[in-house]
Antibody
Framework: QVTLRESGPALLRPTQTLTLTCSVS??????????VGWIRQAPGKALEWLAL???????FYSTSLRTRLTISRDTSKNQVVLTLANMDPVDTAIYYC??????????????????????WGLGTLVTVSS | QSALTQPASVSGSPGQSITISCTGT?????????VSWYQQHPGKVPKLIIY???KRPSGVSDRFSGSKSGNAASLTISGLQSEDEATYYC??????????FGGGTQLTVL
C-alpha cells in the first residue's frame, strides 16, 4: 500500500516561491516503476497537471508552467519536492501529489505506463494573498 | 496542452444510464489509449475509476465503463445511484511525458 502526504506553507505572499513536499511511504522512490506527479485544483475549478518525476530522476513539466516549476527527489527521505516560483493569487489551490505506476508487461525489458494516478495524497491548500 | 473538453454538467435519475464525453485532439486522446477517469466528491480526493480508456481498477463498480473513439472518450455510468453524484474528470497522455485533464463534469442524480 502506497501512501502519499503533502506538506508545505498554507499562506504565501505574491512573488514568493512555493516549496511543497510529498512524503511517500510503502514504496521507495528508487523502485523501478515508481513515478510521482503533482496536480493542483483551484477553488471550484478543474484538476491541472503540473509535473512528474520518475525513478530515474527524469523530470517532466506542464508546458504552461514549465518556466516556474521545479520537481526533485530526496531519496534519503523518500520525498518529492515541488517548487513554484513567483506565486500569484491565481496559484491559490489545493496541491496534490499522486503516483503513476510503470510496469514491464510480461517481464519485457521495456517499461510501460498507462499514465494514470492510482494513489493520491490528501492534498494541501495553498493560499496566495498580500 | 489545452484542457480536454467535457460538458459542464449532466444529470440522470436513479437507475438510468448517463454518458460523459471527453473530447481532445489528435495529439492526446486521438493518439493514445491512455485516457483515465476520476471521480471526485465535494471536499474529497479524486479517485481513479477508469484507466487506459476502458479498464477498471480493482474495487470499482462494474456500473462504470469507458470507451474511446477517435479524439473522444466517454464514461458511462449505468444503474445510477445517489452516491454517484460527484464531479468526473477525464485525463489523457499528451505525448512527451505530459498529461492533460478535462474541465470536469458535475453529475447530478435527480
Amino acid at each position: 500500500q502506497v501512501t502519499l502526504r503533502e506538506s508545505g506553507p498554507a499562506l504565501l505572499r505574491p512573488t514568493q516561491t512555493l516549496t511543497l513536499t510529498c512524503s511517500v511511504s510503502g514504496l521507495s522512490l528508487n523502485t523501478p516503476g515508481m513515478c510521482v506527479g503533482w496536480i493542483r485544483q483551484a477553488p471550484g475549478k478543474a484538476l491541472e497537471w503540473l509535473a512528474l518525476i520518475d525513478w530515474d530522476d527524469d523530470e517532466f513539466y506542464s508546458t504552461s508552467l514549465r518556466t516556474r516549476l521545479t520537481i526533485s527527489r530526496d531519496t534519503s527521505k523518500n520525498q518529492v519536492v515541488l517548487t513554484l516560483a513567483n506565486m500569484d493569487p491565481v496559484d491559490t489551490a489545493i496541491y496534490y501529489c499522486a503516483r503513476i505506476p510503470w510496469e514491464q508487461p510480461g517481464g519485457a525489458a521495456a517499461w510501460y505506463s498507462g499514465y494514470y494516478f492510482d494513489y493520491w495524497g490528501l492534498g494541501t491548500l495553498v493560499t496566495v494573498s498580500s | 496542452q489545452s484542457a480536454l473538453t467535457q460538458p459542464a454538467s449532466v444529470s440522470g435519475s436513479p437507475g438510468q444510464s448517463i454518458t460523459i464525453s471527453c473530447t481532445g485532439t489528435s495529439s492526446d486522446v486521438g493518439s493514445y489509449n491512455l485516457v483515465s477517469w476520476y471521480q471526485q466528491h465535494p471536499g474529497k480526493v479524486p479517485k481513479l475509476i477508469i484507466y487506459e480508456a476502458n479498464k477498471r481498477p480493482s474495487g470499482v463498480s462494474d456500473r462504470f465503463s469507458g470507451s474511446k473513439s477517435g479524439n473522444a472518450a466517454s464514461l458511462t455510468i449505468s444503474g445510477l445511484q445517489s452516491e454517484d453524484e460527484a464531479t468526473y474528470y477525464c485525463s489523457s497522455y499528451a505525448g512527451g511525458q505530459t498529461l492533460v485533464f478535462g474541465g470536469g463534469t458535475q453529475l447530478t442524480v435527480l
